[in-house]
């Protein structure tokens, strides 16, 4: 049975459609069975195309992200998913307020999965313009969370 993740930051342009793209390459290099999707807390950008200039940061590692396109989280999500995973504290305790009362996915951080890298955010490089570190802390909490799989 394939895991089912989804990966949440603000708009759905940057930080979740790169970890979305990231798991799914290492997934498949390990033959595991995933069932990915991103999306945003935010509706800025529903419809739209990953960020031009992460998409290529991304393509450079081998990571095509131009298939996917924006969408807001949804009050079905809690319940396709087994596990939701936020870029951020901000975006956690969004999903935590939208979240059911019981059951439904298990919240975490990205983060959560590569704790000696010492922070509790994957910084959204659209502000920081750091597009190259944001993937490299991507990469490592993918790492961290396909090795908990």
């Given at each position: 049975m394939?895991?089912?993740?989804?990966?949440?930051?603000?708009?759905?342009?940057?930080?979740?459609?790169s970890?979305?793209?990231?798991?799914?390459?290492?997934?498949?290099?390990?033959?595991?069975?995933?069932d990915?999707?991103?999306a945003?807390?935010g509706?800025?950008?529903?419809?739209?195309?990953?960020?031009?200039?992460?998409?290529?940061?991304?393509?450079?590692?081998?990571?095509?992200?131009?298939?996917?396109?924006?969408?807001?989280?949804?009050?079905?999500?809690?319940?396709?998913f087994?596990?939701?995973?936020?870029?951020?504290?901000?975006n956690?305790?969004?999903?935590?307020?939208?979240?059911?009362?019981?059951?439904?996915?298990?919240?975490?951080?990205?983060?959560?999965?590569?704790?000696?890298?010492?922070?509790?955010?994957?910084?959204?490089?659209?502000?920081t313009?750091?597009?190259?570190?944001?993937?490299?802390?991507?990469?490592?909490?993918?790492?961290g969370?396909?090795?908990?799989l």
């Amino acid at each position: 049975m394939a895991h089912r993740i989804l990966f949440v930051c603000l708009g759905n342009i940057c930080r979740s459609p790169s970890a979305e793209a990231v798991v799914r390459t290492l997934a498949k290099a390990r033959g595991m069975a995933v069932d990915l999707d991103s999306a945003g807390t935010g509706r800025w950008h529903i419809g739209e195309p990953p960020y031009a200039a992460m998409q290529q940061a991304a393509l450079r590692r081998g990571y095509d992200m131009s298939a996917l396109r924006a969408r807001q989280v949804t009050a079905r999500d809690f319940a396709r998913f087994d596990l939701i995973v936020a870029m951020d504290g901000q975006n956690l305790r969004d999903l935590r307020v939208m979240a059911p009362a019981t059951g439904g996915a298990k919240l975490r951080l990205m983060t959560d999965y590569a704790p000696s890298l010492g922070t509790d955010e994957v910084p959204d490089p659209y502000y920081t313009r750091d597009f190259d570190g944001t993937l490299d802390l991507i990469e490592r909490c993918a790492e961290g969370l396909l090795g908990q799989l």
